[in-house]
């Protein structure tokens, strides 16, 4: 590959570009640009460059947005032709056709004493490349779309001789709008004049719609990509006519994924992100991967926001599925699993359909509806839905401030985009009040009755760690040590410390102490700077008082909390070759003394590293000893390709209870979650 010419297109940028050979097998091609100026530029050139402005075409009132060339086709005449298909901002097509005229020199005359008829007053200008000339003239003007139309394409080519070299254009153009629609335009077989026969997609108040749309190379199936980096695919499953469905696609996060929590018994892993949503992603038992490994689909978007997810903390103990999130604002919100969710995860999980009847009476909760302009998920009952609607006055009007009511489903296959974007949502339940910034950091303890959150923070006061009691949702705690952001925190195994670590380059650790209903204290009982930059992550032993602190230093330091009222330091591993973001300690054995600890990196890169813990055998108070090996440097490939911002080992035997193939997953400012699995021999 080789750089062959630059070509000026002048003061108005050119936003999208269409390349063929001209008809005539003259050894030339031809250069379609459009852009600002609404216009569409025709450009000559030999293969080797050399390209120069020919003409321009007129017609469009707005940006031009997409181009594509045909093949050459041959018309009932013997003239052999060329269509360019454009789109706009003005929500038009056109289809353009060059038809070949012959040669320069025997076509003067011709054109001179042709009479004038109504077919001149289309034709647009004559394109001369090389010895040949060429009429170019408004073939059709399609409308259908309500919207700005972002993407044409031309059906591909199909195959017509049993060498593979000839090919046949098929007479269908592919567009794809703002409108949230995708539509199929095809000539009328008597006619000629070209229709719409296939609209795909709906117009909806959710999101915007599609900014391109794409054949697939044999036809019977088209993708379109949205705002917020969805995919849309149908497929045509009609044998005899046309049958377009929606398929199943990979979807996730669109922007830098913030935080990551497993379910309390591992069914599934909750991420948030700065997109503004939540997701939730299962294995779905039913579905075959290749390879045998389970395969992951999102089945549940819980939380669609208006202001970027920092962070989450799924509510273990017994009771309803329940999370906590916090965003870039001062309020940190509850959500609990409808109905209609617990039904979706049973199918999920298992290949049998039944729910248990007692727990289905407790929840009456079914899904979750959005107001227009709130951030609030409002609770669909499931007595609400069998009763008549009440009609609104606005039905009908296609306005932004009107929203289309949620239809909680339950589904029995993994959902499509359609259905994640607006049908499956969580009802929040209660608002927590207090942060006085944008909440940073959340956790919950193991026993599901306490949940501590920080927000970022410039002061002391402002940097509290606030303690919430589940189930009434009161302020039972306000926890002072740091000056800056506390960037995490975490409890012990047996919830009776609380390891905080911080901007100011600070770790603190809290006594918590129980003492009746909505009743709890706390004590400091050390506090110390543990490195020379931002701590961003802590990690628990699962089954001691130790505990690690990685930071932006590049060191990882591992302690100990000595009799409960003072922390030692007891190894430093050596020093990585970026930045530490991420921590996340897993006991591995039944002596709980050894276990894997995953280092995740500013980088993008993770590694695994076993640690060995020794235990005075009289049962002594001394500290324990502790020995650190690298397990494994996951291959770059394999990880993300910018800083890791969390890991979550899952601790639960969701896996049938194999301890020996254990899942890791991670998150990363890259957009992606990233699940692995670790087979300890």
């Given at each position: 590959m080789s750089f062959l010419e630059s070509v000026f297109v002048g003061s108005k940028t050119m936003v999208t570009v269409s390349l063929s050979e001209v008809p005539g097998n003259t050894g030339h091609v031809v250069l379609a640009a459009g852009g600002l100026d609404n216009k569409v530029h025709l450009y000559c050139g030999e293969r080797t460059g050399k390209f120069v402005h020919a003409c321009e075409l007129r017609g469009h009132t707005d940006w031009i947005r997409s181009l594509d060339f045909s093949l050459p086709t041959c018309t009932n005449d013997g003239t052999t032709s060329l269509l360019l298909v454009s789109s706009s901002q003005d929500r038009g097509i056109r289809i353009w056709k060059m038809a070949l005229r012959g040669s320069q020199s025997n076509s003067k005359d011709k054109f001179?004493?042709?009479?004038?008829?109504?077919?001149?007053?289309?034709?647009?200008?004559?394109?001369?490349?090389?010895?040949?000339?060429?009429?170019?003239?408004?073939?059709?003007?399609?409308?259908?779309?309500?919207?700005?139309?972002?993407?044409?394409?031309?059906?591909?080519?199909?195959?017509?001789?049993?060498?593979?070299?000839?090919?046949?254009?098929?007479?269908?153009?592919?567009?794809?709008?703002?409108?949230?629609?995708?539509?199929?335009?095809?000539?009328?077989?008597?006619?000629?004049?070209?229709?719409?026969?296939?609209?795909?997609?709906e117009l909806s108040h959710c999101a915007l719609g599609f900014?391109?749309?794409?054949?697939?190379?044999?036809?019977?199936?088209?993708?379109?990509?949205?705002?917020?980096?969805?995919?849309?695919?149908?497929?045509?499953?009609?044998?005899?006519?046309?049958?377009?469905?929606?398929?199943?696609?990979?979807?996730?996060?669109?922007?830098?994924?913030?935080?990551?929590?497993?379910?309390?018994?591992?069914?599934?892993?909750?991420?948030?992100?700065?997109?503004?949503?939540?997701?939730?992603?299962?294995?779905?038992?039913?579905?075959?991967?290749?390879?045998?490994?389970?395969?992951?689909?999102?089945?549940?978007?819980?939380?669609?926001?208006?202001?970027?997810?920092?962070?989450?903390?799924?509510?273990?103990?017994?009771?309803?599925?329940?999370?906590v999130s916090g965003a870039d604002e001062k309020v940190a919100r509850v959500f609990e699993a409808p109905l209609s969710f617990l039904k979706t995860l049973n199918h999920a999980i298992s290949q049998k359909s039944s729910f248990p009847e007692d727990f289905q009476a407790d929840v009456q909760i079914l899904g979750a509806n959005m107001s227009a302009l709130g951030l609030s998920q409002k609770p669909i009952y499931v007595h609400s839905t069998h009763g008549t609607p009440e009609t609104n006055v606005n039905d009908g009007l296609d306005t932004f401030e009107t929203l289309p009511d949620a239809v909680p489903v339950v589904f029995t296959e993994p959902p499509i985009e359609e259905k994640l974007a607006w049908h499956t949502l969580w009802p929040e339940s209660h608002k927590l009040y207090g942060h006085g910034n944008e909440l940073f950091s959340m956790c919950c303890d193991h026993g599901g009755k306490l949940v501590a959150s920080s927000c970022k923070a410039q002061s002391t006061k402002v940097a509290e760690i606030w303690l919430w009691q589940v189930g009434s949702w009161k302020a039972v705690g306000r926890l002072q040590s740091h000056s800056l952001t506390v960037t995490q925190v975490e409890f012990s195994h047996d919830d009776n410390l609380l390891l905080s670590v911080s901007r100011d380059r600070q770790f603190s650790v809290f006594a918590i102490e129980r003492k009746g209903v909505d009743e709890v204290s706390h004590q400091l009982i050390a506090r110390q700077e543990a490195h020379k930059r931002i701590i961003w992550a802590c990690s628990w032993n699962p089954f001691g008082h130790e505990f690690a602190t990685g930071s932006r230093d590049k060191n990882v330091k591992i302690w100990a909390v000595d009799k409960g009222s003072s922390v030692k330091q007891l190894?430093?591993?050596?020093?990585?070759?970026?930045?530490?973001?991420?921590?996340?300690?897993?006991?591995?054995?039944?002596?709980?003394?050894?276990?894997?600890?995953?280092?995740?990196?500013?980088?993008?890169?993770?590694?695994?590293w076993s640690l060995s813990l020794t235990r005075p055998e009289d049962g002594s108070t001394t500290l324990p000893g502790v020995t650190a090996a690298l397990f494994t440097r996951l291959e770059p490939f394999m990880c993300h390709v910018s800083s890791v911002q969390r890991l979550a080992w899952r601790t639960s035997q969701a896996s049938g209870g194999d301890c020996k193939r254990i899942l890791l997953a991670s998150c990363g400012a890259d957009h992606c979650v990233r699940i692995f699995e670790v087979n300890v021999a």
């Open positions: 001179r004493e042709e009479k004038i008829s109504l077919a001149s007053y289309i034709e647009g200008p004559v394109l001369v490349s090389g010895s040949f000339s060429y009429q170019i003239s408004l073939e059709s003007l399609l409308i259908g779309h309500e919207d700005w139309v972002y993407s044409v394409e031309w059906q591909p080519p199909s195959v017509t001789s049993a060498s593979g070299f000839a090919y046949c254009q098929p007479q269908s153009i592919l567009s794809a709008s703002m409108d949230k629609t995708m539509m199929i335009w095809q000539p009328e077989r008597t006619t000629g004049i070209w229709i719409n026969v296939v609209t795909v997609g900014y391109g749309g794409h054949w697939s190379p044999n036809g019977d199936s088209i993708l379109a990509h949205s705002y917020g980096g969805s995919f849309h695919l149908w497929k045509n499953v009609g044998s005899e006519y046309d049958n377009w469905q929606p398929q199943k696609v990979p979807s996730g996060h669109y922007a830098s994924v913030t935080d990551i929590a497993w379910a309390r018994s591992g069914e599934y892993l909750l991420s948030v992100s700065a997109d503004q949503t939540t997701r939730i992603f299962a294995p779905w038992q039913n579905e075959a991967s290749p390879g045998g490994c389970d395969s992951w689909h999102e089945i549940a978007r819980p939380q669609v926001h208006g202001h970027d997810i920092n962070c989450v903390t799924i509510i273990h103990g017994k009771g309803n599925h329940r999370f190894m430093t591993l050596p020093p990585f070759s970026s930045s530490v973001t991420a921590l996340s300690w897993f006991a591995l054995d039944d002596q709980r003394n050894n276990g894997f600890l995953a280092v995740g990196m500013e980088s993008g890169l993770i590694e695994l």
